[in-house]
């Protein structure tokens, strides 16, 4: 008998904790910095909307009329068109690249959380750069303790059971995750020297959006509405397997898109005004979470209390989307193989730590490695292969299947979003979700192709 969640809320949860990420904390701050500000947070919302929240519906929907994982899907709702299989067994592919480098940065937030909280990390260190780059990724044993310990602990988890397990901890640690992100962002606001930055994020420029071009800031936001919500590899398709039909999918769905995009908002809210309060760059890029904010918090009133706190919070947001994406990983090996959840949550935890250990090593012993020039490393290769390739296409086939006659259906997609209570997903956006949609998602792909190789 298939597993059921044992509320709506853990539904809602779940589904926002998968796509609560390093997209939103530790992605959208920089590229908002990068973007210009105002504008580029507006033209996202937009994007969000319109191409984030119809992918979203289409995993729900799939998941719940199949009532399986991603890798059995194609095969119970279209048995006859067996070469749709092939956009499983790349989902599960896509899920498992995923956690061989997601697995890594967790275990970065766990260990900076303990360091700073520990010792007097903040006080000491002469140079945080230097500190991150060779004290820090230079060394792969204490990468490799924590990367296994996420791994371990993530599979154990998964192990009590949907409802025992992974819903019960992911309950507990979003409610704390919302917390922590009220009390960081209400401090960071209140610094002197906070209303800048508060202008520089909240307010729209149009002249600073013209220096930074409109075209560009179109693009990243664009793109950032589309991978926030972790789209085209089946990680949402999961959740809606595990819910009944008392609710509908579009309602569903924006109350995870908004939940995530609360988040989202506000880890900007903690960490823009904080840049502009201590006159740091917001548009530092990757390097803002461990080597820009680190010297901020070094210059705060209890700056061990708000470093600590701030990586806590970036360690529940990473663990909330490893849990649910070992869940969706583990659904498909027991769909796949038809074993027992204990034994594929042992096959996949000690799997995915095995297979994550290249990309540490892509920091120090297989440094040499350079897959797109100097600096390029394992993890930009297979964060390359699941951003650039496997996601828009991925959402591409949800997009196909559920909208042409040569997949799914659009009758049939629409039939099963709008069974039960809520908002309905309207008929006349079918060409809408047929033809544009694919044409924007198409444009991501191509765009990141020119980004990554340029």
């Not at 042992?346 to 797109?372: D, E, R």
């Amino acid at each position: 008998m298939r597993e059921r969640l044992a509320s709506r809320l853990g539904f809602i949860l779940l589904s926002a904790g998968c796509a609560i990420g390093i997209g939103n904390v530790w992605r959208f701050p920089y590229v908002t910095g990068q973007s210009g500000g105002g504008w580029f947070v507006l033209i996202y919302l937009f994007f969000l909307a319109v191409l984030g929240i119809p992918v979203l519906v289409m995993e729900f929907a799939v998941g719940r009329a199949a009532q399986t994982s991603l890798a059995k899907v194609h095969e119970t709702l279209t048995p006859e068109c067996r070469a749709w299989r092939a956009h499983g067994v790349a989902g599960l592919l896509g899920n498992v690249l995923l956690m061989m480098f997601y697995t890594t940065v967790t275990g970065w937030m766990i260990l900076y959380f303990l360091e700073i909280a520990t010792t007097d990390f903040l006080q000491d260190v002469a140079s945080c750069q230097g500190y991150f780059q060779h004290g820090f990724l230079g060394k792969a044993g204490r990468q490799l303790y924590a990367m296994v310990c996420v791994c371990i602990g993530s599979a154990a988890v998964c192990a009590f059971g949907l409802q025992k397990g992974l819903e019960r901890v992911t309950k507990w640690m979003m409610l704390a995750l919302l917390a922590l992100i009220a009390i960081l962002a209400v401090n960071s606001v209140c610094l002197d020297g906070a209303g800048e930055g508060l202008r520089f994020y909240l307010v729209p420029d149009f002249a600073r959006m013209k220096s930074v071009g409109i075209l560009t800031v179109v693009a990243n936001a664009m793109n950032q509405a589309f991978f926030t919500l972790s789209l085209g590899i089946g990680a949402m398709t999961i959740f809606g397997s595990y819910i009944g039909k008392q609710r509908t999918l579009l309602g569903e769905a924006v109350n995870v898109a908004v939940l995530d995009t609360v988040v989202a908002l506000c880890a900007g809210l903690i960490i823009i005004p904080a840049c502009f309060a201590y006159k740091v760059s917001p548009d530092q890029g990757p390097g803002l979470i461990f080597i820009t904010l680190p010297r901020v918090f070094r210059h705060m009133p209890c700056a061990r209390v708000w470093g600590a706190l701030f990586f806590l919070f970036m360690s529940f947001a990473s663990l909330s989307t490893v849990l649910a994406v070992f869940e969706n990983i583990i659904a498909c090996v027991r769909d796949y193989t038809g074993w027992g959840r204990t034994a594929a949550c042992a096959l996949v935890g000690v799997g995915i730590a095995v297979l994550s250990v290249p990309c540490i090593l892509g920091f120090n012993a297989w440094s040499a490695f350079q897959p797109f020039g100097e600096g390029s490393n394992v993890l930009d290769f297979e964060d390359f292969l699941v951003s650039d390739i496997l996601l828009p296409l991925g959402a591409l086939a949800f997009a196909f299947y559920c909208c042409h006659r040569y997949g799914w259906g659009w009758e049939k997609f629409l039939a099963e979003t709008n069974a039960g209570e809520g908002l309905r997903f309207p008929r006349w956006v079918r060409r809408y979700c047929a033809y544009v949609l694919p044409l924007v998602i198409a444009t991501i792909f191509v765009l990141g192709l020119i980004r990554r190789f340029s």
